[in-house]
């Protein structure tokens, strides 16, 4: 997937399963907030047919009478639908965000904690490093045990941020998931860096998500950069 990007190859961070869970024990009380109300919109109200009572669908009320069948399914009403959802999070790790270590280990250890508990099928979700090189906390295809909990204890900051070149094997990839709804969550502080043109490659890169259907979300770290580029 990184064949016809800048990025140099894929990696998995070195493990610390302690530092996550210093982290993770640092943020238990937001955690636990975030999930709650999470659980509280994850069911969206959607319109069903065939329904034996609610809203007249019209159309299906006069196909029955013209062909006399006897039928009382010609209802539509309303119900709480899961979507089936897959997420993809990218987490900025390159040398401009050295500063703010802490912070993205700690959001990152939010968004995953949250996913856990929010996507049922743990392949539905993946989380990924970027600087020069893409790395991997958990695949879509792994579960989010001891070994990624690790890899996620364990990034470091370095390099270049090769921001577009991640973001589109990332969603390469999230487009593997036939799904109703895929969704990206960058964290980054939205410079990105590494050859010339970048920034016009980040606007390209964004746009062709979008085009996939992609819901694409950025959360800017110590800066509002990323308003420029993500629209949410």
């Known amino acids: 997937l990184i064949a016809t990007t800048n990025l140099q190859a894929v ?25 709650d109300q999470l659980r509280q919109v994850k069911n969206v109200l959607d319109e069903t047919a ?15 009478i ?12 309303d119900e709480p639908i899961q979507k089936n959802e897959a997420w993809a999070i990218l987490l900025d ?18 968004l995953a904690e949250v996913a856990k508990e929010l996507m049922p099928a743990q ?10 090189s893409l790395q991997i906390i958990k695949d879509f295809e792994e579960e989010f045990n001891s070994e990624s909990k690790a890899r996620l204890g364990g990034i ?11 973001l589109t094997v990332v ?17 980054s502080d939205g410079y990105p860096t590494g050859y010339k043109g970048i920034e016009d490659a980040l606007v390209s890169s964004v746009k062709q998500v979008t085009k996939t259907g992609t819901f694409l979300m950025g959360l800017g770290i110590d800066s509002r950069a990323i308003e ?5």
């Open 11 to 35: 990696e998995f961070p070195k493990g610390d399963y302690a530092g996550y869970l210093r982290v993770k024990s640092s943020l238990a009380g937001p955690i636990k907030n975030i999930r």
């Open 50 to 64: 065939g329904h034996e009572s609610g809203q007249v669908e019209t159309q299906d009320a006069i196909q029955v």
């Open 66 to 77: 013209a062909s006399g069948d006897v039928r009382a399914d010609v209802f539509i009403r």
């Open 93 to 110: 790790a390159s040398k401009s965000t050295s500063q703010f270590a802490h912070e993205v280990k700690g959001i990152g250890t939010c």
């Open 123 to 132: 392949n539905q979700w993946g989380m990924f490093t970027f600087n020069n």
């Open 156 to 166: 470091q900051q370095r390099n270049i941020t090769l921001l577009p070149d991640a």
């Open 171 to 187: 969603n390469r990839a999230l487009n593997s998931k036939p799904v109703d709804t895929r969704i990206i969550v960058v964290l």
């Open 228 to 232: 420029d580029s993500f629209t949410v």
